[in-house]
């Protein structure tokens, strides 16, 4: 399917896995609680990513931050629950 609104601005999955990677970094730090939301950045990130690629977006640096933050959230957490 082809849709014009598509191809112009900003990817908005890239824009969601930025926020929502910053989201688990401050979670994993206050409530030491961020999994979701860091798995919810990492699947926006990698699908923004390839929106991005393929209908020529721009957001291709907020979709890399995004996905490092939430991987650091997700890494941050893990760590957390193997050493408590």
Do not use: D, P
Not at 36 to 45: C, E, R, T
Not at 48 to 75: C, D, H, M, P, W
């Amino acid at each position: 399917m082809h849709c014009k609104s598509l191809e112009k601005g900003t990817n908005g999955k890239a824009l969601g896995s930025f926020l929502t990677g910053i989201s688990a970094i401050i979670g994993l730090f206050f409530f030491k609680e961020g999994t979701i939301l860091s798995i919810v950045g990492l699947m926006l990130g990698v699908i923004g990513l390839k929106e991005i690629k393929r209908y020529e977006q721009k957001g291709n640096k907020l979709a890399l931050v995004g996905t490092f933050f939430s991987l650091i959230g997700f890494i941050g957490f893990t760590m957390f629950i193997v050493w408590s």
